[in-house]
């Protein structure tokens, strides 16, 4: 895989390639995963859901008249995701190698889809229904993102690293990756999904950092980026007033600054050991949505300060092990991915945390394996599935 497409064009490396035909496409069994990272996502997965349980049941109860609404939902969920995750650990990195273009231009379908014929929700229309079920293609869009920069880079890995041929370095390395991810970013935007944006963002530029590709491109790049994103937040009043919020929260009590305060005394109300298990007094309808973005403050009420540096832990020893698989993976294109699942949970819990404690505006970031959600843990379930195929090829003491 590392050298099959070098001289294709750039057109032509997003088409389907499998690569050498002397690998295998799938293996028929899930011998040889590193069962450390299984173990760390089962452990996550399990955290999480019985944090929904207890955040979750005064909401759920008093919503819909049903304290076991979200626990008896996330837990079909789970099964679903651990069922996804199975099924994509089975095929080998060639595979998906080979299908990442055909995955980037569905995304580009769905989220074309999302403005067309998606379900509206809160003042933004994200969501394409399924028959009963809803799914939202900006999560799907983080995965395909991942896939297929980590094909791209894999392909044009010469030119993007060729120090020698700046106007090579500059076309391959960043110019034509940034295309990529602001034609994903642009369709986002068009949803009003900024949280979506963001991470999307943040993974882009984390896998093109990881290819190893000219700093001094990604900085210029990413700073037009970030202007255009702050520009954006400045102009819209729906960013502007979240803005305005987020510096003095304790000015807006019962309009805006609700949540990040109610959520602020939660975390505080916890103390060293916390309340006990079920025994949040601010999941009784002062935290909002205590068992979505903000459940994290509610985890902090009830376990204290052990049981969040507990969880924070959990997810630092899985990005660890994600990082030490795509380290010392075979090739490339497993390595780019395998660093940039791990890259995007990790951003993705540090922007969650720095939420709910107020240090950024609250952008409605999830955290992963907690927040309640369906299309969100099945994809990360799917992630998790392709990052243990890629443990299958690196053996870890």
């Known amino acids: 895989m590392r050298n099959t497409v070098r001289k294709r064009g750039f057109i ?18 899930v011998r040889g995963i590193d069962p450390t990272l299984l173990i760390l996502v089962l452990l996550l997965a399990a955290a999480g859901t019985v944090t929904i349980f207890s955040a979750g049941f005064a909401y759920a109860e008093n919503r819909y008249h049903n304290g076991y609404y979200f626990i008896e939902r996330q837990i079909v969920w789970v099964v679903v995701g651990v069922g996804v995750m199975l099924l994509s650990l089975l095929p080998s990195t060639r595979f998906w190698y080979g299908i990442a273009p055909s995955l980037y231009f569905l995304t580009i379908l769905l989220l074309l889809a999302v403005l067309a014929v998606g379900i509206a929700g809160n003042g933004a229309q994200r969501w394409i229904a399924l028959g009963p079920l809803t799914f939202q293609p900006s999560e799907f869009a983080k995965t395909t993102l991942i896939l297929c920069l980590s094909r791209y880079y894999a392909d044009h890995s010469a030119k993007a690293l060729d120090r020698k041929n700046k106007k090579n370095a500059f076309l391959f390395g960043t110019l034509f990756p940034f295309l990529l991810i602001g034609l994903i970013c642009v369709l986002v935007l068009l949803q009003k999904h900024l949280s979506g944006l963001i991470i999307l963002g943040c993974i882009g530029i984390l896998v093109m950092l990881f290819s190893g590709i000219t700093l001094r491109y990604i900085g210029a790049f990413g700073g037009i980026a970030g202007v255009g994103v ?13 803005i305005t919020i987020w510096l003095n929260p304790e000015l807006y009590p019962l309009d805006g600054g609700w949540q990040t305060l109610q959520g602020l005394m939660a975390i505080g109300s916890g103390g060293f050991f916390g309340r006990g298990f079920g025994q949040s007094v601010l999941k009784y309808s002062y935290v909002s949505e205590p068992a979505n973005d903000m459940i994290y ?22 990005v660890f092990r ?13 390595r780019l991915v395998a660093l940039g699942i791990a890259g995007k949970i990790a951003v993705q819990v540090l922007l969650n945390l720095a939420v709910v404690t107020n240090t950024i505006p609250n952008t409605g ?7 309640y959600g369906g299309s969100s843990l099945v994809m990360l379930f799917f992630e998790m599935g392709i990052l243990l195929s890629i443990s299958r090829e690196v053996p870890i003491k």
Do not use: M, N, Q, W
Request: overall charge positive.
């Open 365 to 371: 970031i999830s955290l992963p394996f907690f927040s």
């Open 322 to 334: 994600a990082v030490r698989v795509g380290s010392r993976a075979p090739d490339p294109f497993s």
């Open 12 to 29: 032509k490396s997003l088409l389907p390639s499998f690569g050498p035909s002397d690998a295998p496409l799938f293996h028929r069994s």
């Open 297 to 318: 403050t509610i985890l902090c009420e009830e376990t204290g300060f052990l049981g969040a540096l507990g969880v924070v832990f959990l997810f630092s020893l899985f």
């Open 230 to 242: 702050a520009a954006f937040a400045l102009l819209t009043d729906y960013t502007k007033r979240r």
